[in-house]
């Protein structure tokens, strides 16, 4: 596997000069063999750093987000295993990482990092999975000031609990509102019925933008219609919607929830548009609800088959695809990419204390990474291209006027 894998990065080397926090990297840099394209960077080779690291990482590994979790592991697994071949904190440096599992709770997100900050002693952390678990867990990061950064939190206010939050993941606010435009402009759209959790976080944050953003294009929203996180039944919110004759269906949900909202919608003979947020991005939604999910719109940070990939989110996918038997999601890249940040971050940083780190995280400008030409803004928030999907065969790809006409017949 691992031949395989470096033989594409080399050849890949040679294809585009590597960006770096600010300049073009240094050429020692790029004459090695180094790991992915574009994170060797131009801070020098760490002389302060020994031993192992130890990094966190929470997690939602089993209970209904872990179709979000595992995915995330295998990416951090893959991080660093590169990270630490190439030896990129430094000779006999090694990056670890501790695994907390949220059980898909917020209770057990806080629980689990009071346990890697002050049992584990890790000096960084990824996660939690979900935006109501990093509501609950991030601040304990804050007062202990280790920087965590979420890998697929997008609810409103993540970045606002304080100076060591960091998120790679692209908040709703940055997403929806294109793929509405988007969709408006290709659809026609004019009147639409909109579905949404209301007790999580991430559900109620993603309604509050839909409405902005259909608001925004002049769509008209016919009715609104709720439930909890958990339901199993949504014909009668599907039927109240449907009765309306909406040009689209807009729905709020995580991954669980949204593959049988698909699935009853078609049952009630609703063949239009579904557009949905991130939470529909799992490929456990498209295998769950199977025909039923194509012509499924939703924003996302990453797709695999845009034109615009650049040469290290196309290593990226070759590389997990080898490793773990089946193509990566944007789950996997956005935590596969946290895991570079933060090794970065400690790299140019020199230093385990947590103050350091988070100073290098935040400097980090034009990181040439799987997500496109990354940086953090003045909140912490990410800043890089989001784009617009469609389920077509079975799978996402970029939206355009053509395959969603193409849906349509």
């Known amino acids: 596997m691992k031949s395989l894998r470096f033989a594409l990065l080399i050849a890949l080397m040679l294809l585009i000069v590597p960006l770096s926090l600010s300049q073009e990297a240094t050429p020692e840099a790029t004459e090695e063999a180094g790991p992915l394209i574009g994170f060797w960077e131009e801070c020098a080779t760490p002389m302060n750093l020994s031993g192992?690291?130890?990094?966190?990482?929470?997690?939602?590994?089993?209970?209904?987000?872990?179709?979000y979790g595992t995915v995330q592991q295998n990416a951090i697994d893959l991080a660093l295993e590169e990270i630490n071949a190439q030896g990129y904190l430094g000779e006999g440096v090694t990056l670890e990482v501790v695994y907390g599992d949220s059980a898909?709770?917020?209770?057990?997100?806080?629980?689990?990092?009071?346990?890697?900050?002050?049992?584990?002693?890790?000096?960084?952390?990824?996660?939690?999975t979900l935006s109501s678990e990093a509501f609950s867990a991030d601040p304990v990061a804050q007062e202990a000031g280790i920087p965590v950064m979420g890998v697929s939190n997008t609810a409103i206010g993540i970045t606002d609990m304080g100076e060591f939050v960091f998120r790679n993941s692209l908040p709703e606010a940055a997403v929806i509102p294109g793929v509405i435009a988007q969709a408006t402009e290709i659809l026609?759209?004019?009147?639409?019925?909109?579905?949404?959790?209301?007790?999580?976080?991430?559900?109620?944050?993603?309604?509050d933008v839909f409405v902005e953003a259909l608001t925004e294009n002049e769509v008209e929203i016919l009715g609104e219609e709720t439930f909890a996180k958990g339901d199993a039944d949504f014909s009668a919110q599907l039927?109240?919607?449907?009765?309306?004759?909406?040009?689209?269906?807009?729905v709020s949900a995580l991954a669980a929830e949204g593959a049988q909202i698909i699935i009853q919608a078609?049952?009630?003979?609703?063949?239009?548009?579904?557009i949905g947020g991130n939470g529909f991005n799992a490929p456990s939604v498209l295998t769950n609800a199977g025909e039923d999910a194509e012509g499924l719109i939703v924003g996302a940070a990453w797709n695999a088959t845009s034109e615009n990939q650049s040469p290290s989110s196309v290593a990226f996918a070759a590389a997990y695809e080898e490793a773990f038997g089946s193509a990566p999601d944007q789950f996997a890249a956005q935590a596969y990419t946290g895991a570079w940040l933060m090794a970065t971050a400690i790299r140019?940083?020199?230093?385990?204390?947590?103050?350091?780190?988070?100073?290098?995280?935040?400097?980090?400008?034009d990181f040439n990474s799987p997500l496109g030409v990354f940086s953090f803004d003045?909140?912490?928030?990410?800043?890089?291209?989001?784009?617009?999907?469609?389920?077509?065969?079975?799978?996402?790809?970029?939206?355009?006027?053509?395959?969603?006409?193409m849906d349509e017949e």
């Open 378 to 405: 003045e909140n912490r928030d990410p800043v890089h291209e989001p784009v617009a999907q469609i389920v077509i065969d079975g799978k996402f790809e970029v939206l355009t006027s053509e395959n969603a006409m």
């Open 239 to 250: 039927t109240n919607l449907i009765a309306g004759e909406p040009d689209a269906l807009v």
């Open 52 to 67: 192992t690291i130890r990094m966190g990482a929470i997690f939602a590994l089993s209970g209904s987000a872990a179709v």
């Open 266 to 274: 078609r049952e009630l003979g609703y063949n239009g548009p579904i």
């Open 348 to 365: 140019c940083a020199d230093s385990t204390e947590g103050l350091a780190i988070r100073d290098a995280l935040a400097a980090i400008t």
């Open 188 to 207: 026609g759209l004019e009147q639409v019925g909109v579905l949404y959790g209301n007790d999580d976080d991430f559900t109620l944050s993603g309604y």
């Open 104 to 128: 898909s709770t917020a209770e057990q997100a806080t629980t689990a990092m009071t346990n890697l900050i002050e049992e584990q002693d890790v000096v960084a952390i990824l996660g939690p």
